[in-house]
T-cell receptor, first 111, second 114 residues
Framework: NAGVTQTPKFRILKIGQSMTLQCAQD?????MYWYRQDPGMGLKLIYYSVGAGITDKGEVPNGYNVSRSTTEDFPLRLELAAPSQTSVYFC??????????FGPGTRLTVT | AQKVTQAQTEISVVEKEDVTLDCVYE???????LFWYKQPPSGELVFLIRRNSFDEQNEISGRYSWNFQKSTSSFNFTITASQVVDSAVYFC???????????FGAGTRLTVKP
């Protein structure tokens, strides 16, 4: 099993550009999550999904959108990137409220 | 609202010392889960433990032990005989039983010197 995979690993965006961060898991987990981690801080939940077609906002959803058309994939869309979105983004998955398995992260810089 | 506080920003110890990382939480839910994760310098997040709010038994796993006290809303983590490889940022986290809105503390950076 590959576990949770994220692409790209690194990305530099200009202010106002858009992009999609990809996340996939092959563990047949029903729950998936997107977090951001700012330097020296803990993770903050952006969005989560409890199954295909169902998404919910987390603590810091503004500026982001998600969709969940399949169990395996949970892409995160940034529209009109801003410097405040410079962060490391982690995707995770879990079976119900159990242990969350994290991907390796995507380091995003917006300049 | 839920909140997790890790008051110790950084801790530095010498190898073989014992060290305790504090975690205090706030929640209005009567049932919830508590977690500890480790983030080594390589950046990935490694699951260490999950506890249910209705199970206050302490847990030991090798050199790691966890003390859950509902009365003080604390879930502290102790590393016995620390090793250089324990150097990492450790996060405590909380999620309600009926949803997955997980909240993390700010983390404690542990440095173990040889």
């Amino acid at each position: 099993n590959a576990g949770v995979t994220q692409t790209p690993k690194f990305r530099i965006l200009k202010i106002g550009q858009s992009m999609t961060l990809q996340c996939a898991q092959d563990m047949n987990h029903n729950y998936m999550y997107w977090y951001r981690q700012d330097p020296g801080m803990g993770l903050k939940l952006i969005y989560y999904s409890v199954g295909a077609g169902i998404t919910d906002k987390g603590e810091v959803p503004n500026g982001y959108n998600v969709s969940r058309s399949t169990t395996e994939d949970f892409p995160l869309r940034l529209e009109l990137a801003a410097p405040s979105q410079t962060s490391v983004y982690f995707c995770a998955s879990s079976y119900s409220s159990g242990e969350q398995y994290f991907g390796p992260g995507t380091r995003l810089t917006v300049t | 609202a839920q909140k997790v506080t890790q008051a110790q920003t950084e801790i530095s110890v010498v190898e073989k010392e014992d060290v305790t990382l504090d975690c205090v939480y706030e929640t209005r839910d009567t049932t919830y889960y508590l977690f500890w994760y480790k983030q080594p310098p390589s950046g990935e997040l490694v699951f260490l433990i999950r506890r249910n709010s209705f199970d206050e038994q302490n847990e030991i796993s090798g050199r790691y032990s966890w003390n859950f006290q509902k009365s003080t809303s604390s879930f502290n983590f102790t590393i016995t005989a620390s090793q250089v490889v324990d150097s990492a940022v450790y996060f405590c986290a909380l999620t309600p039983y009926n949803n997955n809105d997980m909240r993390f503390g700010a983390g404690t950076r542990l440095t173990v010197k040889p």
